[in-house]
Antibody, heavy 119, light 108 residues
Framework: QVQLVESGGGLVKPGGSLRLSCAASGFTFSDYYMSWIRQAPGKGLEWVSYISSSGSTIYYADSVKGRFTISRDNAKNSLYLQMNSLRAEDTAVYYC????????????WGQGTLVTVSS | EIVLTQSPGTLSLSPGERATLSCRASQSVSSSYLAWYQQKPGQAPRLLIYGASSRATGIPDRFSGSGSGTDFTLTISRLEPEDFAVYYCQQYGSSPFPFGQGTRLEIK
């Protein structure tokens, strides 16, 4: 079945770095556009970043631009989020999500991985 | 950048009642590129509606979406106990792809 599984979350100090991964299975990963979306504790959903199926088009939210880098490895069916210069306000559950088209809804979500930025 | 504002923030209704949730955009959403998601505590969001009015696979027909331009509505015709959750709208026509702040649907 279609599945997205995030990993790599954890506790990190302010200014530190973390790399999140999202392993995809049950579908042709290279056909789909992918995003990272986060949710701070008790808060709403915040779109973070988007990458096209080939990796040629990338977008970021202003709140993470210059600090986060999205990438994918279609041979490994994996999506990544490199997070640098982390701040307390980056504390959230990070979800990866699948979009079937370039301008598209998210039809499949992972269960999320928690990132906590604290000293 | 499009900003989505959902109302009300919290909606208190009883099972069997009709729920009407609103999502207003700060500028027109191109081609009705608007989706609705449901999220229950401790779970990932689930897609309900895309293209403003198309139900996702497996979504009961008591859920319906409508609207265009800047005003969109999610309607749940007869609330079931499992429908009490938080609902988010999202525009996906042009980057960034923001979500609304959510409407919490609670049991009265």
């Amino acid at each position: 079945q279609v599945q997205l599984v995030e990993s790599g979350g954890g506790l990190v100090k302010p200014g530190g770095s973390l790399r999140l991964s999202c392993a995809a299975s049950g579908f042709t990963f290279s056909d789909y556009y992918m995003s990272w979306i986060r949710q701070a504790p008790g808060k709403g959903l915040e779109w973070v970043s988007y990458i096209s199926s080939s990796g040629s088009t990338i977008y970021y939210a202003d709140s993470v631009k210059g600090r986060f880098t999205i990438s994918r490895d279609n041979a490994k069916n994996s999506l990544y989020l490199q997070m640098n210069s982390l701040r307390a306000e980056d504390t959230a559950v990070y979800y990866c999500a699948r979009a079937p088209y370039s301008s598209s809804w998210y039809d499949c979500w992972g269960q999320g991985t928690l990132v906590t930025v604290s000293s | 950048e499009i900003v989505l504002t959902q109302s009300p923030g919290t909606l208190s209704l009883s099972p069997g009642e009709r729920a009407t949730l609103s999502c207003r955009a700060s500028q027109s959403v191109s081609s009705s590129y608007l989706a609705w998601y449901q999220q229950k505590p401790g779970q990932a969001p689930r897609l309900l509606i895309y293209g403003a009015s198309s139900r996702a696979t497996g979504i009961p027909d008591r859920f319906s979406g409508s609207g265009s331009g800047t005003d969109f509505t999610l309607t749940i015709s007869r609330l079931e106990p499992e429908d009490f959750a938080v609902y988010y709208c999202q525009q996906y026509g042009s980057s960034p792809f923001p979500f609304g702040q959510g409407t919490r649907l609670e049991i009265k």
